[in-house]
Every structure is written in structure tokens, then in C-alpha cells.
């Protein structure tokens, strides 16, 4: 039987402890393949950020708080793995997680996305399922889910 080694690996990030084990998953499959590793958070915009009533505020005000927030995630995952020995990149996202996530795994010719199973929003969960579970039924990207 062939030996089935990833020479790219996706690690999803929203900075939740079932996140960061990911991560740490996907850090250690990295390192003992020799893989490329990508740690990507998405950001949902919030709906009608614009507001209900008058003017929508500038671009750059979402925008400032959502990288500002995309970067307090990566920072908390590549502080709370050990990626010693590991080729790493953090990338920012922005939009719906799941869709986002398959397509820069198709993008970048993943081998492995890896995922929590559960995130950071309960709301989200009981309101459209989890990430992970929307990512399992759309990737063309294998997926691992770690509990």
C-alpha cells in the first residue's frame, strides 16, 4: 500500500481551545511530513454591518476591527503551538468560514485541512451547524476533525 504523505496542510483558527489542539495537530503532521503548513482564521463580517438606519460607516473601520481581531487569533495559535522545525504562513480571511476555508485549501493545493470540532460560537452552531461540519460535506480537501 502506498504511503500517503501531505506536503500542504490547512489549519482553521478562531482561537478557541478546541482551535489551538487543531492546530497543534496539524503542527505536529506538518513537522513529521515535511509539509507546509497555513493557519488561516476567517472572519465573518456581521450581518448588516452597516447598520440598520443612515450611511454605512467606511470600509476601514470594519476593516481595522476585523484585522486587528484576525491578528489577535493568529497570534494566540502560533504563541500556543509548538512550531518548532515547521514551515509555517498565518493568512487572513474574510466571509462565510466554511466557503472560505474549502476554497484556500482547493487554492493552495492542500493535501489536509484540519479543524475543532466546535468553535467559538455557540449562536452559530445552533443556528447553521458547525464549521466543520459544513467544511466535511463541501472540501475537496480531505478533512480532519479533531474533537
Known amino acids: 500500500m502506498e504511503h500517503w504523505s501531505p506536503n500542504v496542510i490547512v489549519a482553521a483558527t478562531d482561537g478557541s481551545d478546541q482551535s489551538l489542539r ?8 506538518a513537522r513529521s511530513n515535511d509539509a507546509q ?27 481595522n476591527a476585523l ?11 502560533v504563541e500556543g503551538i509548538d512550531l518548532s522545525g515547521v514551515r509555517y504562513e498565518t493568512v487572513e480571511e474574510v466571509g462565510d468560514p466554511a466557503n472560505q476555508l474549502a ?9 489536509l485541512l484540519v479543524i475543532g470540532q466546535r468553535g467559538a460560537g455557540l449562536v452559530e452552531r445552533i443556528m447553521v451547524g458547525s ?9 475537496k480537501t480531505p478533512v480532519l476533525v479533531v474533537p
Open 22 to 29: 487543531a492546530a497543534n495537530v496539524a503542527a505536529s503532521l
Open 37 to 63: 503548513l497555513f493557519i488561516v482564521t476567517v472572519v465573518r463580517p456581521p450581518e448588516g454591518w452597516w447598520g440598520i438606519v443612515g450611511a454605512p460607516p467606511p470600509a476601514e473601520s470594519l476593516g
Open 67 to 77: 484585522t486587528d481581531a484576525q491578528r489577535v487569533v493568529l497570534e494566540k495559535t
Open 103 to 111: 476554497n484556500f485549501a482547493d487554492t493552495n493545493n492542500a493535501d
Open 131 to 139: 464549521v466543520a461540519d459544513r467544511l466535511v460535506h463541501i472540501s
